[in-house]
């Protein structure tokens, strides 16, 4: 129980969103030493509020890492993000010009966290005007493959681990036999 702990070993995090009361407790906080406080400059003021989220994420583990721990990966991170969205920019302007009106995204292991995720922000961006499902690539051929028609999109994160990796390749290649529009991201 925190309670127990020494008071230098205790930690509190304060997350909240806009307009949520948490700028007045952080000003009532700030002359804490420990306090860690996000500038304003990365809070989102769109719907999804990714930005914020990853934010407040790196900050928690950066604040429960040794110091120093993420400086190097910081830098190398972003440049390979800026190498993906400019190597990807055709990509997805061909996706969206697909107006498509599903998404199914898949995902073993860790993976399905992502396409849980992935669903979720297409569903708040889209307002709801594309209906997104996720499952994993065996979950999915057993049913709800049957959600697939011909203007369905499928995104599948392909896994590291060789064996299911066969596997969704397999899935893959089975839809795009049938004539569906799939593309795959692999980590």
């Known amino acids: 129980m925190i309670s127990k702990l020494p008071f230098e070993q205790r930690a509190a995090f ?18 804490h030493p420990e306090l860690l406080v996000l500038p304003e400059e990365t809070h989102d003021v769109s719907f999804a509020m990714t930005s914020s989220f990853t934010c407040m994420m790196y900050a928690t583990l950066v604040a429960f890492s040794k110091p120093g721990a993420f400086d190097a ?21 061909e996706l969206a010009r697909g107006q498509y009106e599903r998404v199914v995204y898949l995902g073993s292991g860790p993976f399905q966290g992502l396409a849980r995720e992935a669903t ?10 594309v209906v997104t499902c996720f499952d994993s690539p065996l979950g999915f051929r057993h049913g709800p493959k049957t959600f697939i028609t011909e203007r ?26 049938a004539g569906r529009r799939t593309d795959a991201a692999t980590a």
């Open 14 to 31: 304060i997350a909240g969103q806009a307009k949520s009361g948490t700028t007045l407790l952080i000003a009532l906080l700030d002359s």
């Open 73 to 93: 990966r910081v830098g190398a991170i972003a440049q390979s993000m800026r190498r993906v969205i400019q190597d990807s920019h055709h990509v997805a302007q």
């Open 120 to 129: 979720l922000k297409l569903g708040e961006l889209t307002n709801g005007a």
């Open 152 to 177: 369905t999109l499928v995104v599948a994160f392909v896994s590291n681990d060789a064996l299911t990796r066969k596997y969704d390749q397999d899935l893959l290649d089975e839809l795009r036999g």
